[in-house]
């Protein structure tokens, strides 16, 4: 089965930390990617990161955020330091399979940001 499942969000206050993590299962990840919408706005994408470790990010986040994964858990994290208000919404992984045009979407987490 298909899976990907997001963990480690949260309840922060600005200027704290949090670690997201993304694991895949039934399928081997090639490209991955973190994205987020808040309440009443599109979901938009935050970083990227390729199997060979090549990384993007929003500018919103540049210098803040870090994307990596771990292809021998077939897992993806986002280290989200300085956090602010702004930050605040479901954060969701997505990922493409291997060899294939499919793409595979997480259930959510949430962050929330207080000021």
């Known amino acids: 089965q298909v899976q990907l499942v997001e963990s480690g969000g949260g309840l922060v206050q600005a200027g704290g930390s949090l670690r997201l993590s993304c694991a895949a299962s039934g399928f081997s990840p090639d490209a991955m990617g973190w994205y987020r919408q808040a309440p009443g706005t599109q979901r938009e994408w935050v970083a990227s990161?390729?199997?060979?470790?090549?990384?993007t990010y929003a500018d919103s986040v540049k210098g803040r955020f870090t994307i990596s994964r771990d292809n021998a858990k077939n897992t993806m994290y986002l280290q989200m330091n300085s956090l602010k208000p702004e930050d605040t919404g479901g954060y969701y992984c997505r990922a493409q399979g291997r060899g294939t045009l499919s793409t595979y979407w997480g259930q959510g987490t949430q962050v929330t940001v207080s000021s």
């Open positions: 990161i390729s199997r060979g470790g090549i990384t």
